[in-house]
């Protein structure tokens, strides 16, 4: 399933990996295999892009990616490939393990070493190929809707649902983080807008839209944020209250991907309740839920 067009790598430290304090742009060995086949094997350029430990590589028709949840050893690689070499064009990977210098999973893998440390050089012994597995993974059929799972990070799932079993027509890719039974995050989007919301005590007691107060962190204004959110059914049938905006406006992101927590005061039974939920995780969930999209 061609799914993304923009790339970042993340790895975290290691014998023979590359990381940031070590290096923050410059050469590296790179190989990137899929299908049993070496996509790419060779000198690359790799520079360090973010403060959660994300990189970005490329070389000789050939960008790779894995996003990651900082200090996780699970992430979620892509590759983008125009070597001539395998199947031309933005591929999804899935997700995958970090296996020392390398992420891997039945389909496949994508490494970077320092240069000068590659298994197989100066009488180190080589990484074994990745046996041949189809890289698409299958949807399953929710509600109307065809979902296919994207990717897991930590407490949050990710996935992209779309009008049709090939996965190409869009509807929304969604990122949701459950703390309870009933009690969750949610945030959706597709190319024209992006919804952030939440499920907790009572608050779909009502069907129709509601004012809500929310805000990020220990944040003292919180009537500042207070809005109406409406009530947005998903396709597996669970109701969530939501705030959708457009994708014209700057909107919500930031403070979603950037803060500790985030709060929801609304009113039960004529008594004032608060919902917090930890945003633990949110920025790779939520960078994975737009690279979705694509």
């Given at each position: ?41 060779g000198r690359c350029d790799f520079k360090s892009t973010d403060k959660d430990g994300s990189f970005e590589f ?44 390398c992420w891997k999973n039945q389909y496949g893998r994508i490494c970077a070493w320092a240069l000068g440390t ?177």
């Amino acid at each position: 399933m061609k799914t993304i067009q923009s790339l970042s790598f993340a790895l975290f430290c290691g014998a023979a990996l590359l990381v940031p304090a070590a290096a923050s742009a410059g050469p590296a060995e790179c190989l990137v295999e899929a299908e049993g086949q070496a996509i790419f094997d060779g000198r690359c350029d790799f520079k360090s892009t973010d403060k959660d430990g994300s990189f970005e590589f490329s070389g000789a028709g050939l960008t790779g990616s894995v996003l990651v949840d900082p200090g996780a050893t699970t992430g979620i690689a892509f590759y983008e490939n125009k070597t001539g070499r395998g199947e031309n064009g933005s591929w999804r990977l899935g997700d995958v393990d970090r296996d020392g210098a390398c992420w891997k999973n039945q389909y496949g893998r994508i490494c970077a070493w320092a240069l000068g440390t590659r298994p197989g050089q100066g009488g180190r012994r080589a990484a074994a190929p990745v046996r041949p597995t189809p890289v698409r993974q299958a949807s399953e059929q929710v509600g109307g809707r065809y979902r296919f799972p994207y990717a897991t990070l930590g407490e949050w799932e990710i996935a992209r649902y779309t009008f049709d079993p090939a996965g190409r027509e869009l509807d929304y890719c969604s990122a949701v983080k459950l703390t309870g039974s009933e009690q969750g995050l949610r945030a959706v989007s597709n190319i024209e807008s992006t919804g952030y919301g939440f499920s907790g005590y009572a608050s779909v007691a009502s069907s129709g839209p509601v004012p809500v107060a929310w805000w990020f962190d220990n944040d003292p204004r919180p009537v500042h944020y207070e809005t109406t959110m409406t009530v947005d059914r998903d396709p597996e049938g669970f109701d969530w209250r939501m705030l959708f905006e457009t994708n014209d406006d700057p909107g919500s992101a930031d403070g979603f991907m950037n803060s500790n927590a985030v709060h929801y005061a609304y009113v039960v039974d004529g008594q004032d309740h608060v919902e917090t939920f930890s945003l633990s995780g949110s920025n790779a969930a939520l960078k994975a839920m737009f690279d979705c999209r694509q």
